[in-house]
């Protein structure tokens, strides 16, 4: 499955998460990965809550899936000219997150292990 939906590709990201428990501008700064719109961003909080892939006390989000993204199937990594989604630099290598509602990237090598938690 493929698609363009931002919401679906985010909730997607939520539940692939590996961090124990993320502050709420944390997890918001992995949601601006994938849309920086406000509505948008609280539609995928609101749905992945909804779903169980995440619990959220007051500011405290815990991802609770336990679904991890395989490094060595599930994020691809291209040479190229790119600019990462999450800090804005420009990158020579670039890692792609391969979910089921499409491919999320790219990301500089230190951005992909924060947004995924290996950090």
Do not use: N, W
């Amino acid at each position: 499955m493929s698609t363009d939906d931002p919401v679906e590709l985010g909730v997607q990201l939520l539940a692939r998460l590996e961090h124990a428990e993320l502050s709420l501008p944390e997890l918001i700064d992995r949601i601006e990965t994938v849309s920086t719109h406000p509505e948008t961003t609280r539609a995928i909080l609101e749905e992945a809550e909804r779903r169980g892939h995440i619990s959220r006390d007051g500011e405290t989000v815990k991802p609770v899936s336990g679904q991890f993204l395989s490094f060595e199937s599930e994020v691809v990594t291209r040479g190229g000219e790119f600019e990462c989604r999450r800090c804005g630099a420009s990158i020579s290598t670039g890692y792609f997150m391969k979910l089921e509602a499409g491919e999320h990237g790219p990301f500089g090598s230190s951005c992909i292990r924060k947004v995924t938690g290996r950090e």
